[in-house]
């Protein structure tokens, strides 16, 4: 457990750097003679880390990949019973911000490099901490691109995000966007000089909610999610400067998140097409200067492991675990999956501590976490 009260003690709020905790990784790493190499966001404040322990003939290529991500989400306004960077033991339960979320993983992932520099593996193990995966698994691509830049063509990966130690093979797609409406302005006394921006705005939020009842009604559906269809909502909306203007700009995010079989393109396509070709038209009717913008701000790809995968039958025979399980939280295994990587997902801890003030994973969870970890070396050791 030292690994993971160290990596809780670092504080790797997602907006704030991870450097602290990549560098303290990378140098410990470096000093048992292993070489990993950083990925590094534009800014150069964040990082990526990749590590291979090869295998018994030197080959870096293939094997199977244990991917965690190091940020954590904000403690802000949370009543926390303890310090959320001071990781405290109180009755069995391992307390800390990213205990359960994830740190309980990379620190037990870290814990076994020792016992696998001893061994004559198989094939490969590698270690993968990304950044920023809190805030729309941003730095996972990153590494992806470098991944296939080397060559190493990991032949599966296990995201250990907290499932109780309980395989999941499958996950929804999030998908966030801001939608700017720019009308133009006017008293509103005066309405044919202007062109309401609000009023555009929420006919389009109203098409997504169209959108919404329609998966809800229609599906496809997928009885294996809590919520067994795709989803879509607007969150935010923010516009006007008062009751006697047209206001000139409307700025709203929405989000939807769709089953593995449902083509997250085209229900972004739907929605900006209506923007485009239905309520654009009529605004420039009113104002030639009137527009309709998009941005993505999120992107995790659904994720559908394949049942006939290496990684799946190795995960589910380790875990002794044969239930079909998905959920509609997103991860980055979705992008390991897009890569062409087959993954999985299990890892200690409950998700219904994630993000919580007094986050905690279970001891026994890390015991079972260790013990997972082990066996997956043993498996992977030549006789």
């Not at 949370?78 to 205990?99: C, H, I, M, N």
């Not at 700025?251 to 939807?256: G, H, L, N, V």
Request: hydrophobic share 40%; with cysteine; net charge negative.
């Amino acid at each position: 457990m030292v690994w993971i009260e160290r990596l809780v003690r670092i504080d790797t709020t997602s907006r704030a750097s991870n450097l602290g905790l990549i560098e303290t990784v990378r140098d410990e790493l470096c000093q048992r003679g292993l070489d990993p190499w950083l990925t590094y966001d534009a800014a150069g404040g964040k990082a990526n880390l990749f590590a291979t322990v090869p295998a018994a003939d030197g080959r870096v290529t293939g094997g199977t990949v244990l991917s965690g991500h190091t940020d954590v989400v904000p403690v802000d306004g949370q009543d926390w019973s303890s310090d959320p960077f001071a990781p405290e033991v109180r009755e069995g339960k391992l307390y800390g911000r990213g205990t359960a979320d994830m740190k309980g993983f990379i620190g037990t992932a870290l814990t076994q490099i020792p016992d696998l520099l001893t061994r004559r593996l198989r094939s490969p193990i590698h270690l993968a901490l990304s950044f920023d995966e809190e805030v729309g698994c941003l730095g996972a691509p990153l590494m992806l691109a470098e991944i296939a830049k080397r060559g190493i063509a990991p032949q599966g990966c296990i995201v250990g995000e907290p499932t109780s130690m309980e395989v999941v093979v499958g996950h929804k797609g999030i998908n966030i966007y801001r939608c700017q409406v720019h009308g133009r302005t006017s008293h509103s006394s005066l309405p044919q000089n202007g062109v309401n921006a609000i009023e555009y705005a929420a006919r389009l939020v109203c098409f997504i909610r169209d959108i919404a009842d329609e998966l809800r009604r229609d599906g496809p559906f997928d009885g294996a999610f809590d919520t067994p269809f795709s989803t879509a909502q607007t969150g935010v909306i923010a516009g006007g400067a008062g009751t006697n203007l047209i206001p000139q700009l409307c700025t709203f995010d929405f989000e939807f998140r769709n089953l593995p079989v449902v083509d997250a393109k085209k229900l972004y396509t739907r929605i900006t097409d209506y923007a485009r070709e239905v309520l654009l038209p009529r605004m420039k009717e009113e104002a030639e200067e009137a527009d309709i913008g998009f941005e993505r701000l999120a992107l995790a790809p659904a994720m559908e492991a394949e049942e006939e995968a290496k990684i799946t039958a190795l995960v589910r025979a380790l875990a002794r675990d044969t239930a079909v399980r998905k959920v509609s939280y997103g991860t980055e295994g979705g992008q390991f999956q897009e890569a062409g990587i087959p993954t999985i997902i299990c890892g200690p801890g409950d998700i219904l501590q994630a993000h919580r003030p007094d986050e905690f994973v279970a001891l026994d969870q890390i015991t079972r976490a260790e013990t997972f970890l082990a066996d997956l070396i043993r498996a992977n050791t030549a006789q």
